[in-house]
């Protein structure tokens, strides 16, 4: 079945970098369009970033500039470089086959002093 496993959520202060990955199985992961979303604590979940099959990215526009997404096919996983992160980022971060109802278990990230 799909699986979707989140790592490198955590805590880091205002100005610092993370690096979260998703790694994908049960799914034929090269054609898919991939996306990473954001919930924070009483907000809606929010599209962070998309990636397609092409590598064509687009980004929310509280993101954009200071995060990165990419895909790595020969792994089946897809990143997320978060730079220069703000305490309004602090959010769980899933990892979503966009268009599906395939989600990861969520990565919680911390931004704070």
Do not use: H
């Not at 970098?17 to 990473?36: E, H, K």
């Not at 924070?40 to 397609?52: D, F, M, T």
């Amino acid at each position: 079945q799909v699986q979707l496993v989140e790592s490198g959520g955590g805590l880091v202060q205002p100005g610092g970098s993370l690096r979260l990955s998703c790694a994908a199985s049960g799914m034929r992961f090269t054609t898919a369009i991939m996306g990473w979303y954001r919930q924070a604590p009483g907000k809606q979940r929010e599209l962070v970033a998309s990636i397609n099959s092409d590598a064509t990215t687009l980004y929310g526009a509280s993101v954009k500039g200071r995060f990165t997404i990419s895909r790595d096919n020969a792994k089946n996983t897809i990143f997320l470089q978060m730079n220069s992160l703000e305490p309004e980022d602090t959010a769980v971060y899933y990892c979503n086959w966009r268009f599906t109802s395939y989600w990861g278990q969520g990565t919680q990230v911390i931004v704070s002093s």
